[in-house]
Nanobody, 115 residues
């Protein structure tokens, strides 16, 4: 069955870095646009970064220059490298896979930025 499993979240100090991973199975990963979203307490879910099947990337303005999305089709995994983390980056980070009418979500991984 379809699975998206996020990992790599945790507690990090301001200015620190984390690398999130999302391992996919059960569908043709290379054909899908992969997106990271996040949702902070009391806020709506927001787009963080997207990478298409062709490797084109797009970022929310507040993440540009700090976050990098990448994918490894052989490993069926999408990554989110997060640098210069700020307390306002604290959220649950979700992985999404989308292709035509197909839309899959992971269960999320918590990222907490705090001293």
């Amino acid at each position: 069955q379809v699975q998206l499993v996020e990992s790599g979240g945790g507690l990090v100090q301001p200015g620190g870095s984390l690398r999130l991973s999302c391992a996919a199975s059960g569908f043709t990963f290379s054909a899908y646009t992969m997106t990271w979203y996040r949702q902070a307490p009391g806020k709506e879910r927001e787009l963080v970064a997207t990478i298409t099947s062709g490797g084109s990337t797009n970022y929310a303005d507040s993440m540009k220059g700090r976050f990098t999305i990448s994918r490894d089709n052989a490993k069926k995994t999408v990554y989110l490298q997060m640098n210069s983390l700020k307390p306002e980056d604290t959220a649950v980070y979700y992985c999404n896979a989308r292709f035509l009418m197909h839309d899959f979500w992971g269960q999320g991984t918590q990222v907490t930025v705090s001293s």
